[in-house]
């Protein structure tokens, strides 16, 4: 069974770039044909999916996120990682890491997910 952690810094200041890792286990990145996305959830908001990378390393962006976001891998970990220039407060939320089939991830029944990790924009 698949497991996905993410890790990273729970306080980014403002502008500066948020960088979170997932670590995978149970599975490997590179197996055919799933997505490994990255979605966060806004305090009282929805979910907001921002990317993701393709088993074979394939970067897709959510036009809302392209210009800030990047996605990459290191295959010789299995970690898959999201960087977020030019944060805000408004870049506070649960960010989760997940993968499917599917590029794009909607929904918490879509998937496999980690459990998610807070990250707070302030000064």
């Known amino acids: 069974q698949v497991q996905l952690q993410e890790s990273g810094p729970g306080l980014v200041k403002p502008s500066q770039t948020l960088s979170l890792t997932c670590t995978v286990s149970g599975d490997s990145i590179t197996t055919n044909y799933y997505y490994w996305s990255w979605i966060r959830q806004p305090p009282g908001k929805g979910l907001e999916w921002m990317g993701a990378?393709?088993?074979?390393?394939?970067?897709y962006y959510s036009p809302s996120f392209k210009s800030r976001t990047s996605i990459s891998r290191d295959t010789s970990k299995n970690q898959f990682t999201l960087q977020l220039s030019s944060v805000t407060p408004e870049d506070t939320a649960v960010y989760y890491c997940a993968r499917d089939l599917a590029i794009v991830i909607h929904t918490t029944t879509q998937g496999d997910w980690g459990q998610g990790t807070q990250v707070t924009v302030s000064s």
């Open positions: 990378i393709s088993y074979s390393g394939m970067t």
